[in-house]
Nanobody, 120 residues
């Protein structure tokens, strides 16, 4: 089982930026497809982005052009760079290890989550 630990959340003003990190252990990171999800209060958890072992990326339409997912296999870490943040981006963000098939991602394990709050 892969263990995942997120960091980098916090409070930011609208239009600001944050970079989330997710450190993985317990698996061969370079062979893992990785993703980010988020869950706002009163809402279901939604997929945000994923990156495959060959660096194919896909994003939910609401974050395209603002968020960038990347990975560093040497550091066993996946990142989510979030720019031009909006209040509707406020949520707990979860890192996930899963299985990608093109544009689809099926989560298999989760981190504990990190809170992102976008507010003036």
């Amino acid at each position: 089982q892969v263990q995942l630990v997120e960091s980098g959340g916090g409070l930011v003003q609208p239009g600001g930026s944050l970079r989330l990190s997710c450190a993985a252990s317990g698996g061969i990171f370079s062979t893992l497809d990785m993703g980010w999800y988020r869950q706002a209060p009163g809402s279901q958890r939604e997929w945000v982005a994923h990156i495959t072992t060959y660096d194919y990326t896909n994003y939910v339409s609401s974050v395209k052009g603002r968020f960038t997912i990347s990975r560093d296999n040497a550091q066993k870490t996946v990142y989510l760079q979030m720019n031009s943040l909006k209040p509707e981006d406020t949520a707990v963000y979860y890192c996930s290890q899963g299985f990608a098939r093109g544009n689809l991602f099926r989560p298999n394990s989760w981190g504990q989550g990190t809170q992102v709050t976008v507010s003036a």
